[in-house]
């Protein structure tokens, strides 16, 4: 069984440019939710999409947005990189709703 | 404000030797409260889950409790493969489904 997958492992921007960020969700999972980690800090949630609807939202701004795809595989855009946006982005899948969440190896974001 | 607290940020242990790890929350209506592991620029590995107090889940060398306010990961006889980061997060019942997270507990197992 495959987990969870996103790509580019590691990428590099200048500020005021856009980036987009994939996830592919665990087989069977139809939930995916997307976390930003700063260096020493707990991963803080961004959004979370269910059957390709946004089911939640944390507290960033919108220039932070989301995709989820029929197959359940999502998109992260960030646009208008700042500086402070440089962390690692980790996507997660869920089997439904309030269920656990498991990880994928994340996308270092660095932006110069 | 739902906050999750983790202590102590950094943990020196020698190989065999037992300690336990704390996460202490302030949230009302908790659904569940989630351990993780995570190695240095890797996605946190999931290792339990807990939904009410008194409840207790093993794993290995690992042990996780709860009580009404905190949570605590007991490691026994620890290995140097044991050192990682170990995360606690929350989930609230009902509303939006994100986890909030601690700042995590650096475990470093000397031999």
């Known amino acids: 069984e495959t987990g969870v997958t996103q790509s580019p492992t590691h990428l590099i921007k200048t500020r005021g440019q856009q980036v987009t960020l994939r996830c592919s969700s665990q087989?069977?999972?139809?939930?995916v939710s997307w976390y930003q980690q700063a260096l020493g800090q707990g991963p803080q949630f961004i959004f979370q999409y269910y059957r390709e609807e946004e089911n939640g939202r944390g507290n960033f701004p919108p220039r932070f947005s989301g995709l989820q795809f029929p197959n359940y595989s999502s998109e992260l855009n960030v646009n208008a990189l700042e500086l402070d946006d440089s962390a690692l982005y980790l996507c997660?899948?869920?089997?439904?709703?309030?269920?656990?969440?498991?990880f994928g190896p994340g996308t270092r974001l660095l932006v110069l | 404000e739902d906050q999750v607290t983790q202590s102590p940020e950094a943990l020196r242990l020698q190989e065999g030797e037992s300690s336990s790890l704390n996460c202490s929350y302030t949230v009302s209506g908790l659904r569940g409260l989630f351990w993780y592991r995570q190695d240095p620029g890797k996605g946190p590995e999931f290792l339990f889950t807990l939904y009410s107090a008194g409840e207790e889940k093993e794993k290995e060398r690992l042990k996780a409790t709860l009580t009404k306010k905190e949570s605590f990961l007991h490691i026994t006889a620890p290995k140097p493969e044991d050192s990682a980061t170990y995360l606690c997060?929350?989930?609230?019942?009902?509303?939006?489904?994100?986890?909030?997270f601690g700042k995590g507990t650096h475990l470093i197992i000397q031999p």
């Open positions: 997660a899948s869920s089997p439904g709703l309030q269920e656990t969440q498991y």
């Open positions: 997060a929350v989930q609230l019942g009902g509303g939006a489904d994100g986890l909030t």
């Open positions: 087989s069977g999972h139809n939930t």
